[in-house]
């Protein structure tokens, strides 16, 4: 793996006997004892990883219980700065994206490893930091926009803000491609992770968490907006006061 010139090797055994005291490193000694005898010549071991059942399980639960909390920290948040149907929109659009990418992972065959991990949590704050740029825009839309529905608003303040998140993803993107091409193997988990979530996270604010929005608050007009034919057939209905004409003044010839 790697850069072929390095002539690093990875070597892979499916057990490694029981998972306790010094018994997870008998399978990486006696790995190292063979390539010793088989007469290689010198070799150095860069580094060695042994992932079980039961750690495998202790990751899986530390990561779960990460992402749950993560959630929950982003639904006080939204509901808190914004409105509680924009949170909860907010959230099923990250869970969207998290459902994708670990199917993406099972499908392809991904060890859960803690680069994996690494990548679902940042998968997580990089769905809400795009989901944020938009709902920021529909609350200041909804200010300005008020004779508007509630579609209408939401569909030009997606409009307004396509051209940065196609930009910022896009960009993104490309790196993280180039990451998971020339990263090695290491960072190859991370990479893809990463590859499945921008495109996830990019479609889902707009085709998830604006709909959630919508399904939540209705399509009709806003408060503002049920109000406005009344104020405007008041202000119609009622007479302007007519001012009082000044008399003009004569000029004066020299």
């Given at each position: 793996?790697?850069d072929?010139?390095?002539?690093?090797?990875?070597?892979r055994v499916?057990?490694?006997g029981?998972e306790?005291?010094?018994?997870?490193?008998?399978?990486?000694?006696?790995?190292?004892?063979a390539?010793?005898?088989?007469?290689l010549?010198?070799?150095?071991v860069?580094?060695?990883?042994?992932?079980?059942?039961?750690?495998?399980?202790?990751l899986?639960?530390?990561?779960?219980?990460?992402?749950?909390?993560?959630?929950?920290?982003?639904?006080?948040?939204?509901a808190?700065?914004?409105?509680?149907?924009?949170a909860?929109?907010?959230?099923?659009?990250t869970?969207?994206?998290?459902?994708?990418?670990?199917a993406?992972l099972?499908?392809?065959?991904?060890?859960l490893?803690l680069?994996?991990?690494?990548?679902?949590l940042?998968?997580?704050?990089?769905s809400?930091?795009?989901?944020?740029?938009?709902?920021?825009?529909v609350r200041?839309?909804?200010?300005g926009?008020?004779?508007?529905?509630?579609?209408?608003?939401?569909?030009a303040?997606?409009?307004?803000?396509?051209?940065?998140t196609?930009?910022?993803g896009?960009?993104?993107?490309?790196?993280v491609?180039?990451?998971?091409?020339?990263g090695g193997?290491?960072?190859?988990?991370?990479?893809?992770t990463?590859?499945?979530?921008?495109?996830?996270?990019?479609y889902s604010?707009?085709?998830?968490?604006?709909?959630v929005?919508?399904?939540?608050r209705?399509?009709?007009p806003?408060?503002?907006?049920?109000?406005a034919p009344?104020?405007?057939?008041?202000?119609?209905?009622?007479?302007?006061?007519?001012?009082k004409?000044?008399?003009q003044?004569?000029?004066r010839a020299?």
């Amino acid at each position: 793996y790697g850069d072929p010139s390095l002539r690093q090797k990875m070597v892979r055994v499916p057990h490694v006997g029981e998972e306790q005291g010094a018994s997870l490193s008998n399978t990486a000694a006696a790995v190292e004892g063979a390539i010793k005898l088989s007469g290689l010549g010198n070799f150095t071991v860069v580094g060695t990883e042994i992932v079980g059942p039961a750690v495998g399980q202790e990751l899986s639960q530390r990561g779960l219980v990460a992402t749950v909390l993560s959630l929950v920290g982003l639904l006080a948040y939204i509901a808190f700065r914004y409105q509680l149907s924009f949170a909860v929109g907010a959230v099923v659009a990250t869970i969207h994206d998290l459902l994708i990418v670990l199917a993406f992972l099972a499908f392809f065959r991904y060890d859960l490893t803690l680069n994996v991990i690494a990548a679902i949590l940042t998968v997580t704050g990089y769905s809400t930091n795009d989901t944020i740029v938009i709902f920021d825009r529909v609350r200041e839309n909804l200010r300005g926009m008020r004779r508007d529905s509630l579609i209408q608003v939401i569909n030009a303040s997606i409009n307004q803000t396509l051209g940065r998140t196609v930009l910022t993803g896009g960009l993104t993107l490309l790196s993280v491609i180039a990451l998971f091409f020339f990263g090695g193997e290491v960072l190859r988990g991370f990479a893809f992770t990463m590859i499945i979530g921008i495109i996830t996270g990019t479609y889902s604010s707009v085709f998830v968490a604006a709909a959630v929005v919508t399904f939540w608050r209705g399509a009709g007009p806003t408060r503002a907006a049920e109000k406005a034919p009344e104020l405007a057939g008041a202000s119609g209905a009622a007479q302007q006061p007519t001012r009082k004409a000044r008399p003009q003044k004569k000029a004066r010839a020299s």
